[in-house]
């Protein structure tokens, strides 16, 4: 509903003067194959001396770079 859409947007700094994301909305298909509409927030902020992640999979980026103690 509108009222979440909007609290999701601003708990991802999506519109303003300085938005780091931008919600899109779109169809999604589920694996039964049963097609759904969906949203999608792609960030649009500064990306400074960001990597590029082969293959798109963060999480071995992720635990890489967790501090071991």
Same mark, same amino acid.
């Given at each position: ?30 694996? =039964? %194959? /049963?097609?759904? &509409?969906?949203?999608? #927030?792609?960030? @649009?902020?500064?990306?400074? =001396? %960001? /990597?590029?992640? &082969?293959?798109?999979? #963060?999480?071995? @980026? ?8």
């Amino acid at each position: 509903d509108a009222a979440r859409l909007r609290a999701l947007d601003a708990y991802e700094e999506c519109g303003g003067p300085a938005p780091r994301f931008e919600r899109v909305e779109g169809i999604a298909r589920r694996a =039964d %194959g /049963v097609e759904v &509409a969906a949203a999608a #927030y792609l960030y @649009v902020g500064p990306i400074g =001396d %960001g /990597v590029v992640i &082969a293959g798109g999979d #963060y999480a071995p @980026v992720a635990r890489a770079r967790r501090p071991t103690f």
